[in-house]
């Protein structure tokens, strides 16, 4: 069984309807119950959402003890969720920098946390987060959102490692523009700006990162693990 968070849009609701496909059970979350019949509209009968706050650390520890008293097993997590709060540091607030870290790194620790010992236990699992080409470049205004996904690098690696004997695989997929209701919200300006730092010239769709992170998850990438897989169009080369 799969657990996606932020399923209810964009990438992760790509992500959920390509698993579902596949004939994987699927658990999407999202933060508002709007977000939850959407998730169970598109999966049907191979699933089923329920509401998470991921700024709740016990809400999160308690969701997934639901989970497993229902004597479901996550095989797969895949850590889409995320926000940003946008602002220069010198006006950057306490708030705008804590939401941010709280929903794009701490819940991956919790999350990660609470599906590993099942994963030990059963000598397999795969945990793929969506992070950001932002986290290996920088970018003027966002050092939150930045911190955050450069953090997921260090995290997603020393996991790697703990538990790579284990038959359990821990990679993240790192965006670059990807064609989402974010981008919609681009001028003509900024949106020529951000299309010149691209050499392919075009944004990504959510269906090239669903795709990719299809492959991690499958067998085919058992010997993949502790990397970023970047999906930028060229804008950034490691």
């Not at 306490?94 to 991956?108: A, C, D, F, H, Q």
């Not at 010149?196 to 998850?217: H, W, Y």
Request: overall charge positive; cysteine-free; aromatic content about 6%.
């Amino acid at each position: 069984m799969a657990l996606v968070t932020g399923a209810n849009q964009g990438i992760g609701k790509e992500i959920a309807k390509k698993l579902s496909e596949k004939g994987i059970k699927v658990i999407g979350t999202s933060t508002t119950i709007n977000g939850v019949k959407i998730i169970n509209q598109y999966l049907k009968k191979n699933g089923f959402g329920f509401v998470l706050n991921l700024k709740d650390t016990d809400s999160i520890l308690e969701k997934m003890k639901e989970i497993y008293k229902k004597n479901y097993s996550i095989d797969i997590l895949i850590n889409n969720a995320g926000i940003k709060s946008d602002n220069l540091l010198v006006y950057m607030n306490s708030r705008e920098w804590e939401n941010v870290i709280k929903i794009n790194l701490t819940s991956i620790f919790y999350m990660s946390k609470s599906v590993i010992r099942s994963m030990i236990k059963n000598k397999y699992g795969r945990i793929i987060t969506i992070g950001s080409v932002i986290g290996s470049i920088g970018n003027r205004g966002q050092v939150n959102y930045s911190a955050s996904k450069s953090g997921l690098i260090g995290f997603h690696k020393s996991l790697a490692l703990e538990v790579a004997s284990k038959g359990i695989t821990v990679n993240i997929v790192a965006p670059g523009l990807i064609d989402t209701q974010l981008t919609k919200k681009l001028n003509i300006l900024q949106y020529k700006k951000h299309l010149s730092n691209i050499p392919m010239q075009r944004l990504g769709t959510t269906k090239e990162i669903a795709d990719a992170v299809m492959f991690l998850s499958s067998e085919k990438a058992s010997y993949i693990t502790g990397q970023t897989l970047h999906i930028n169009g060229g804008m950034y080369m490691p």
